[in-house]
């Protein structure tokens, strides 16, 4: 029997199933106090989600710790480099919320187009602004995919049918996954940007991604440069930092950009008197890509069959840190 604290709470099917394979389960929430305390050399396995950091300090005081599972897709809260040199195999959920971070990247380009937000924000101040409120159609648009992954590749099916021209940069790509989804692939991410009038970002942070969304590339877009009538649209449900958020509120301002909305920023939870908050034509939801009922389900059931195997001296395929491990 295994020992498995799971700190950033899970579905209770999940949960479930890892005690019906004979494990036990704590199931709450760890401080960094603790972590740093060297609470986990207790544990065998811990199953996380964004809040729990395991660092490379918590994984100097957790002798014994054999496993880590991330309950879902972003492993930037554990240093995977740090784990995988004490042993420590880390694995991770990745195609569980991909339907639900589809929809709420689909949800946010509307609510930006038609001004759902806004409109919501304007009956709450008793007024009637049936004029300010017209909007644009998805139809017809442009709309540049930063990615193609399956989330990616999601919102590229459902632009589609809604009548909108899918173009993507993304290095890794073989050009035959973007031909099968009828997307013009770009070389060069500028030329994204020139061509795009809406655009969504699906990649992970990296240093090579880190505010990859600039003031130079904003006004690269031709929304507001060529005079097209719909703007230019920006939506990230990927991860914060992508998107260097100074620069978009400065675009905002000038109106190079039409509308913003964010799921994901570069300091969560926001700090007090966070700026692109008082912008009108901003909008944004606190990282709930993969909040939903059915996500949560998937995301606790697929995590803890990949701890069984790993437990069961198995190697599941979602293991993220195989470079590192010795
Ligand atoms: C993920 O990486 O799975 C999502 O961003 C959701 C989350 O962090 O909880």
Redesign the pocket.
């Known amino acids: 029997m295994a020992r498995i604290a799971v700190t950033d709470g899970m579905a209770t099917k999940a949960k479930k199933m890892l005690k019906k394979a004979g494990h036990e389960v704590v199931d709450e929430f760890i401080t960094e106090e603790r972590l740093l305390d060297g609470e986990l050399s207790n544990f065998d396995a811990i199953i996380v989600?964004?809040a729990t950091k395991i660092n490379s300090k918590v994984i100097a005081v957790s002798e014994g710790l054999r496993f880590i599972g991330r309950a879902?897709?972003?492993v930037d809260n554990i240093d995977l480099k740090a784990a995988g040199q004490a042993g420590i195999m880390v694995v991770n959920a990745p195609n569980a919320?991909t339907q639900s971070v589809v929809e709420l990247t689909v949800g946010h380009l509307l609510a930006s187009l038609r001004h759902i937000p806004k409109s919501d924000r304007s009956l709450r101040d008793g007024k009637w602004e049936k004029k300010a409120m017209k909007g644009t159609e998805l139809n017809g648009k442009n709309l540049g995919l930063i990615g193609f992954g399956r989330i990616a590749q999601g919102v590229a099916s459902v632009a589609k049918i809604l009548g909108m021209e899918i173009h993507t940069y993304d290095p890794y790509l073989p050009p035959k996954v973007a031909k099968s989804f009828g997307a013009y692939l770009h070389k060069e991410v500028d030329s994204l940007f020139k061509t795009c009038t809406h655009i969504s970002i699906h990649c992970n942070l990296t240093d090579e991604t880190k505010h990859l969304v600039n003031a130079k590339r904003m006004s690269l877009m031709p929304g507001k440069k060529s005079g097209i009538t719909c703007g230019n649209h920006i939506v990230n449900c990927a991860r914060g930092g992508i998107i260097d958020e100074d620069a978009l509120l400065d675009a905002l301002n000038n109106g190079t950009i039409t509308s913003a909305a964010l799921d994901?920023f570069e300091t969560e939870p926001l700090p007090d008197g966070y700026e692109l908050l008082q912008h009108p034509n901003f909008h944004g939801t606190p990282?709930i890509?993969?909040a939903t009922l059915e996500a949560q389900q998937r995301?606790g059931i697929d995590i803890s069959k990949a701890i069984i195997e790993c437990l069961n001296g198995g190697v599941p395929k979602t293991i993220v840190n195989k470079e590192f491990l010795n």
């Open positions: 989600r964004s879902g897709v972003g919320s994901v990282h890509g993969a995301v």
